[in-house]
């Protein structure tokens, strides 16, 4: 049978959000941001093993306390240069059979949840390649044309918008992302390189990637509004 196991990358330094402490490790809600993602992936019993990939110099993470998670939370201190890069280091460090599942999870992602979650693993089990959460497009896109003004207009018919968990088998995305180039923003778009087609589930527009300042009160609005 194989296993599902969360592989949460957290080495960025979050520059855009402009603060000084990165950003994973600011507070929402009372607690650190990745602290939201890790619980809800520790919550969910399918999930074996949850490990975060941190930087090498991370000074932040030995100052909380993760106990509540016990033994299903591994850090590991192998980072690298890039997203694609960290999530690498972590395959290779990871006891994991080729056929397990990993469910990649930016930790800049803490409003997953449990129905989204669950969806993505009931869908993509029975896939061969494996599949992403994201969600269908909903505004009109427009190309810039670099100054400031619109180049085109894009047609949104059969545009997704990527998020994350992605959820591949650990041989494959291992394989892909040994091939792919560092700066390759999402798994899914390594796999797609192999000649692959990922399967698309849907997500949240909950489970948005807390990336500019104005984002983490909106962050904070729905962690404490599930409290209630
Ligand atoms: O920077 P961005 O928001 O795209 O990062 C997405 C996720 O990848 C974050 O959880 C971030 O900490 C992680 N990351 C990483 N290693 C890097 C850059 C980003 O683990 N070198």
């Not at 059979?97 to 979650?117: G, K, Q, T």
């Not at 545009?159 to 560092?182: N, V």
Request: hydrophobic share 40%; net charge negative; aromatic share 6%.
């Amino acid at each position: 049978m194989s296993r599902y196991i969360a592989l949460v990358p957290a080495a960025g330094t979050g520059s855009r959000m402009g603060t000084e402490i990165p950003k994973q490790y600011g507070l929402l809600a009372g607690k650190p941001m990745i602290h939201h993602a890790i619980g809800a992936l520790c919550s969910c019993s399918r999930i074996e093993r949850v490990y975060v990939v941190l930087s090498p110099s991370d000074a932040h993470w030995d100052g909380y306390d993760w106990s509540e998670f016990g033994e299903r939370l591994y850090p590991l201190k192998v980072g690298g240069e890039t997203r694609a890069l960290s999530v690498m280091n972590g395959l290779k460090e990871i006891d994991a059979d080729s056929r397990d599942w990993v469910l990649v999870h930016d930790a800049a992602r803490p409003c997953i949840d449990h129905d989204s979650l669950s969806r993505l693993m009931d869908e993509v089990s029975g896939e061969d390649v494996g599949g992403l959460l994201a969600l269908p497009v909903a505004d009109t896109l427009k190309r810039e044309d670099g100054r400031g003004r619109v180049l085109e207009t894009v047609p949104r018919s059969h545009l997704w918008q990527a998020q994350t968990p992605q959820m591949f088998r650990h041989g494959m995305l291992q394989d892909a992302l040994s091939k792919a180039p560092k700066e390759q923003t999402d798994e899914a778009g390594a796999v797609e390189a192999l000649g692959f087609f990922p399967r698309l589930v849907q997500g949240s527009p909950s489970n948005f990637k807390v990336t500019w300042p104005q984002d983490r009160e909106i962050a904070e609005l729905i962690l404490t509004s599930r409290r209630c």
